[in-house]
Structures are given as C-alpha cells and as structure tokens.
C-alpha cells in the first residue's frame, strides 16, 4: 500500500467479517442493507480519526470541566443510489452533518459516470466532505464526484467505500492526490464489463433488490 498513502484499508476483525457476509450471493436484500450499515458505521468511525475539535465547557453532575466537541462541519455526500445506504450510519455517527445528494451512474457501454440529479447549494457550506459510494471501480463516478465538490469550493475531501478495486484506487488518487478514501477492502481486479472481482456484484440491485447481481 506504500505507493497510494492516501488509501486506508480498514484491519479491524469486525469489518473484515461484515464483509464477508457482504459478499456471499446468498445474503438477501435485508440482510445486505443492514451490514451496509454496520460497515458504513465503522468506516466512518475511521475516517473521522483526525476530524478537528474544539473546546467547550461542560458541567458534570460534580465540576465544570474542559470538554470538547466536534468543530468541524461536515458533509455527507452519498452518490445515488447505492451510497444511500451509507447515509443512516454516518448520520448516527455524525448527527449534525449535512446531507448532500449527487446522482451518477454509470453508462454500462462507457463505463462513464452520468450526472442526473444535483442538490448542492451554490457554495460549500461545510469544512469536510465525505464522499459515499460502496463501489470504487473504474473510478470514473468518485472522480466525477470530487470535481463536482472542487468546483462548489470544497478543500477537504474523503472518500468511503465499502470495497475498492486497484483501477479505481489510481484512477482517483492519480487525479486527486489530496483526497483520502477508506474502505474495507482492495478487491484484485476489474472484470471485462467493469465489475470489482472478487467484489460483490451490483451494490445498488443488491440493495434494493433490482436486476442481476454481476
Ligand atoms: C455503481 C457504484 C458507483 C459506481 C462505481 O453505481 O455505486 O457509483 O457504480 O463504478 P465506477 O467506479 O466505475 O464509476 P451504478 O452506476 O451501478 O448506479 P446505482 O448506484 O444507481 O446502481
Ligand atoms: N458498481 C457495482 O455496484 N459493482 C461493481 O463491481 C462495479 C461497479
């Protein structure tokens, strides 16, 4: 991992778990939604490591004290529409965030992100943004989605997703060294119709229970 520092692949025993169950073709819808957001969960817990405080006065039962609380306003981004079973989690996480929606897909010939839907204000309104797709494949949606943030004044940028294959992982940190993504896994591969092998199909149509998965 030395060559992209910016990637952070999660170790912990209970993501690496989750994701296997995430995974197997058996695991149903319901299921599949709620490990999403247990993974989303942890996922953010991590990425907030380094989140910036402030202090604050806090009485206890006994003594006034020096405490503090989060100082940073963040954004939740979640790219529609797999990322939107990303949202709840973070939102427990982080319960004063805002939420920004961005619709993409991917055109399944080109594999290039669409843009169909866009409620960002005309200025950035928060310090740092999170960026939530569970998928980073060719790359082409996160990098889609991060110009989209630049252009609307966000500096600070991360990047969560549940698996993330090598070609998205460059594709993203080669056009956007500044970024940071986390996820559970580095996958191998992309497959010839663009999906992360061994991956776990189509994120979206595993949710919501559409389609084919893969
Ligand atoms: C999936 C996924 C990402 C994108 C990743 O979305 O949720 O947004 O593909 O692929 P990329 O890295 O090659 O751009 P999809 O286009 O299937 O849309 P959906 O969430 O509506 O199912
Ligand atoms: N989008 C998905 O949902 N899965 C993949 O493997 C690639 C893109």
Redesign the pocket.
Known sequence: MAAWPNLHVSQHPAVRHKLGILRNQKTEPKKFREVVRELSWLLGYEALADARMRSVDVQTPLELMAGEELADRIGLIPILR?GLGMVDAMLELMPTAEVWHLGLF?DEKTLRPVEYYNKLPDSATVDLCLILD??L?TGGSATAAIEVLKKWGAVRIKLVNLIAAPEGVEAVLSAHPDVEIYTASLDRQLNEK???MP?L????DRQFGTGQT?
Do not use: K, L, N, Q
């Open positions: 797999a991917r569970p998928m494949a663009g999906y992360i991956g199909g189509d994120a979206g893969g």
